[in-house]
């Protein structure tokens, strides 16, 4: 496939470019690390490296030195959409160029040929469902396909190590072709359908997720395609990408190492802020009876930050902004949405919330984030995040086939610049106090 021979073409030249500055400047410091920074969960410390996204404080995430903005313009797309495929988002993540259609839909070939879930992950989700989470079913799903990784297959036969990106590319197009079915079988089981979703050949990897929950709409496939795109990957430090990454240094395949991202993903938080500002959302309008007013809302805020409670999907560790991903969101919304009480209230805090923080002090940045609007804009198609009491978090399933885009794409690249087992040094609170006090 061409999306091979384009990485056989370039791994070279990224490991001679990374042999290169190992070899020059192997000893030049790029961060001082203090004891708070220790403590604090390692918060800011310059140790990661990925080439594939950077949130930049002003600009937001980057994928591969590209704005959101310019993504949605530049990346392919096909008829009759208004948002590039997805397909066109992965071939730029794993090679850093700006596809053509032809590299897209090479892609979207590769996934529908590659798509078939094994009957026995059915078989097994169908037993858990009861009792399990969305998320333990998508992380149990991935886990249960490790028996048909290339990778492991072709290091137990003895591969060489320059040839590792090569089973894991594989394994990664395995995964990834997979996962809106796998994603689609566990919503619509929870939903009382247990029937095996048929795939829509003629639709794109994500317009067939839609397709696959029972939702036609035009409008849904180009939100599932803006969803997927926009999740895809956040540097390599927050907990699902790190996992992933840790796990794969020791040169476990993608599915111990995704199902392992995924875990992390799932804690509170890390990958549940959608839900809980959508809960959030609905706690409001039942309060109030519909969408409060302008001074109603402001009052709720306070309210709200003076009985020390968070205001969900507000705020960024990094952006010093409104998030670009959110402003994507809304402007979707925002063309197609009428009448819609929950948008209109996520709209209405934008309005509310980054002037209260202000005046309060003590955010760093008073502006949403993505997750300030990305469960109301699901909501309006009817996507739901809990199934009466079997269950919350299909959310953030969404977000993980998303995420599982980036992380995939990092550990072919791990994988490529033969990027060694992470083994970081540990001290006691002794070694610690005694740093302090000579300090």
């Not at 609007?373 to 977000?399: M, P």
Request: net charge neutral; aromatic share 8%.
């Amino acid at each position: 496939m061409s999306l091979e021979r384009k990485l056989e073409a370039i791994v070279p030249i990224w490991r001679d470019r990374v042999n290169q500055l190992l070899k020059q400047s192997q000893e030049v410091k790029v961060d001082e690390v203090t004891i708070g920074q220790i403590y604090g969960g390692m918060r800011g410390i310059k140790s990661l490296v990925t080439d594939i996204s950077y949130v930049d404080p002003n600009e937001g995430i980057r994928l591969r030195g590209h704005t959101i903005s310019d993504l949605l313009n530049r990346l392919p797309k096909i008829k009759g959409t208004s948002v590039p495929l997805v397909s066109g988002l992965y071939y730029l993540l794993l090679t850093g160029e700006i596809p053509t259609i032809q590299d897209a839909q090479e892609i979207e070939a590769e996934w529908k040929k590659r798509s078939q879930v094994p009957e026995y992950v059915f078989e097994i989700l169908r037993l858990i469902s009861d009792k399990a989470t969305p998320m333990n079913m998508f992380s149990t799903a991935i886990l249960s396909m490790e028996s048909s990784s290339v990778f492991a297959l072709k290091y137990n036969e003895g591969i060489s190590k320059e040839d590792y990106w090569r089973p894991m590319l594989e394994d990664s197009l395995n995964l990834t072709a997979k996962l809106p079915i796998i994603a689609a079988y566990i919503y619509n089981l929870k939903h009382g359908d247990d029937s095996i979703p048929q795939s829509n050949k003629d639709e794109d990897w994500a317009g067939n997720f839609a397709e696959l929950v029972k939702i036609r709409d035009k409008d849904y496939k180009d939100l599932t395609r803006l969803y997927f795109i926009i999740h895809s990957d956040h540097e390599s430090g927050n907990v699902s990408a790190h996992t992933t990454h840790l796990v794969g240094s020791a040169l476990s395949n993608i599915y111990y190492a995704a199902s392992a991202g995924m875990n992390g993903l799932a804690g509170p938080l890390h990958g549940r802020a959608n839900q809980e500002n959508l809960q959030w959302l609905k706690q409001i309008i039942e309060r109030f009876g519909n969408v409060p007013s302008k001074e109603e809302l402001t009052q709720f805020t306070w309210d709200t930050l003076n009985s020390n409670r968070v205001i969900p999907g507000y705020g960024h560790a990094v952006l010093r902004k409104t998030d670009p991903r959110y402003t994507a969101l809304y402007e979707f919304g925002k063309q197609r949405f009428k009448n819609d009480p929950i948008f209109d209230l996520a709209t209405l805090l934008y309005e509310v919330v980054p002037e209260v923080l202000t005046r309060q002090g003590k955010a760093k940045n008073p502006y949403p984030n993505l997750d300030a609007i990305s469960g109301a804009v699901q909501h309006h198609y009817g996507i739901d995040d809990c199934v009466g009491n079997k269950g919350c978090g299909f959310y953030t399933v969404l977000f993980g086939v998303s995420r599982l885009l980036g992380v995939t794409a990092n550990a072919v690249w791990a994988r490529a610049l033969e990027q060694p087992l992470e083994r970081p040094k540990s001290l006691t609170t002794h070694m610690l106090e005694d740093i302090a006090t000579k300090g």
